[in-house]
């Protein structure tokens, strides 16, 4: 499902942020970093706020300066939820925004990654782009998923999950409750785990306030599990 927690504390975009450079990948415009000659790529799909969310791209250039290559793409359309516009609530912006559609459009970017010379492809998907990584590691498209608190993920799409999947989840999220990841972890067929994280709310991995410490401190602690991960099944 989704939900007013996928809206909660949404982040000051900013097109400029980031050490990386945008440019259209795929057919869509996207936010990429790291050397093109790296061994491996990652592909991070955001939340509703899309790919200039500045903490997105802060964590793509973490992510590549450990030797990726990364790519986030845009697809928002240049039309990332706004929860200021009360006229177009959640479910109704959802409805311009499936997941299915941005499955769709994530295939020729991984084709495109792959054109690149990537053998080795891992996908982290946050709130609405975990359930596009889903689809991904399904279908068999990447080696390696990163779900951080899912939104519209079910026990029925984790069944079919064909790549080494980690699943990092939030104690206080209406969206995707433990109870319901911990079952996650009671149905896979591949490798993978579950971790919750005490004290936080869904989005706590990327709509966190820099300046606040007790917020940084378990974000990063999920994006290093994150680069432990793909260090384990992408690297």
């Known amino acids: 499902m989704a939900g007013p927690q996928c809206c909660d504390n949404p982040p000051a975009l900013n097109p400029n942020s980031g050490e990386g450079i945008v440019e259209e990948f795929g057919g869509l415009l996207s936010y990429i970093t790291g050397s093109s000659g790296s061994k491996a790529a990652i592909l991070l799909v955001s939340d509703v706020f899309g790919f200039e969310a500045p903490n997105l791209r802060k964590l793509a250039d973490k992510i590549a300066a450990v030797g990726y290559y990364v790519v986030v793409p845009e697809f928002m359309h240049g039309d990332p939820y706004d929860p200021n516009n009360k006229e177009r609530p959640i479910m109704d912006w959802i409805k311009d925004h499936g997941v299915d559609k941005g499955f769709e459009e994530a295939k020729p970017i991984v084709s495109a990654i792959k054109s690149r010379c990537f053998s080795t492809i891992g996908a982290a998907g946050f709130c609405w782009g975990a359930k596009v990584v889903v689809e991904l590691a399904k279908a068999g498209y990447i080696q390696a998923a990163v779900l951080c608190h899912p939104s519209l993920v079910t026990i029925d799409d984790i069944k079919e999950v064909k790549a080494p999947i980690a699943v990092l989840g939030a104690e206080i999220d209406q ?61």
């Open 175 to 235: 969206i995707s409750p433990p109870e319901l990841l911990k079952q996650f972890e009671g149905v896979l067929s591949v490798e993978g785990f579950v971790k919750i994280f005490p004290g936080v709310a869904h989005g706590w991995t990327v709509r966190y306030d820099v300046a606040d410490k007790k917020a940084v401190e378990p974000a990063e602690e999920a994006h290093q599990d994150m680069l432990g991960w793909f260090a384990k099944y992408v690297k």
